[in-house]
């Protein structure tokens, strides 16, 4: 574990924000502290596992190694057509895919013409399409600098211990009129800031819109646009009523964690109250069904969403 500065402008001066363990693998017992820069607001994990000690925190269940390839396409059909839509107004030219798992959007973006290349940081994720993935750090790959049309980086910028010099990368193999879109969790949203759905220690680096946008800027790219969504990935404000609940009688911020961030333990989280089944709860769960949909819709209005892509072009 390593004690660190704010990773995005430096300062030494930071606030607690929450603690919380890896409710989500279950790698270790610790509690990782979660604090916010003074200076610049950026939210990051203090002290964290270092370049050494991270991957450790990356068990094969992560990468969902054993699916098949025509079975890992129609699972994330939906998720994969979303990003894409996000490409839709570029014509189909070079596309690199950094964090790119087993090669699925590669698969499908080259299914509708385009030039794939791909860098995954770990041997564990396999090449399930065998498609051109080096596997290693992007600063290594050897790309020529302004050699791809679009560059995209799905949930991966939270994952790294340099966010901008990661996005001086992206912005060294961008062609001048390219776009590269990255995707993070904004910790703005009422999931990422109330319950917590950041997966620590996983997750080294918590953004919002104005962090996102200083890095970027830091690294020599601007934001075009922000898009707010959870098409992608899944950022609904379901079963939030019932942490106000739990909250409200007593059970602690560890113990509905243990609930709601393990889909084992949903049925818990839903319809049981400090270890016991809840008709309350199960009244609870049914209201915050019929509410989820409205509150969703709300927090994009507002930019509030858990999910958000900025596309980002060369200043």
């Known amino acids: ?29 610790t509690y990782f502290r979660v604090v916010r820069c003074r200076d610049c607001g950026m939210v990051f994990v203090n002290p964290r596992p270092g370049p050494g000690e991270i991957d450790a925190f990356y068990p094969e269940e992560f990468y969902e190694a054993q699916i098949a390839p025509a079975q890992l396409l129609r699972d994330k059909g939906g998720a994969l057509q979303a990003r894409a839509r996000l490409l839709q107004e570029l014509t189909p030219g070079r596309l690199l895919d950094v964090g790119c798992q087993k090669g699925e959007f590669m698969q499908w ?21 065998g498609l051109p993935i080096f596997y290693g750090r992007l ?32 912005a060294r193999v961008l062609r001048p009129d390219g776009r590269a879109f990255v995707l993070v969790p904004n910790f703005r949203s009422l999931p990422a800031r109330f319950m917590r759905h950041d997966d620590v220690p996983r997750h080294l680096l918590m953004f919002t819109p104005r962090t996102l946008a200083r890095a970027a800027d830091a690294a020599g790219l601007q934001v075009e646009r922000t898009v707010f969504s959870d098409d992608i990935f899944s950022g609904s404000t379901r079963g939030v009523l019932n942490f106000l609940v739990k909250r409200a009688c007593g059970e602690s911020y560890d113990d509905i964690l243990s609930q709601n961030r393990s889909p084992a333990q949903w049925h818990r989280f839903a319809a049981s109250l400090n270890g016991e089944p809840s008709r309350l709860m199960a009244w609870v769960d049914a209201l915050d069904v019929r509410c989820t949909p409205a509150l969703d819709a709300l927090m994009r209005r507002i930019r509030c969403s858990f999910i958000m892509t900025a596309e980002l072009a060369c200043r």
């Not at 600098?145 to 992206?170: C, I, K, N, Y």
């Open 1 to 29: 574990m390593q004690a660190v500065d704010c990773p995005l402008c430096g300062s030494a001066r930071h606030r607690f924000v929450y603690e919380r363990r890896d409710h989500t693998h279950h790698v270790t017992g």
């Open 109 to 129: 973006m080259k299914q509708r013409g385009w030039d794939v290349r791909g860098v995954e940081i770990s041997r564990k994720a396999p090449n399930l399409f």
């Open 139 to 170: 600063e290594d790959a050897g790309f020529a600098p302004r050699s791809f049309d679009a560059v995209t980086a799905w949930a991966v910028l939270e994952h790294v211990h340099d966010p901008v010099g990661m996005l001086r990368q992206l």
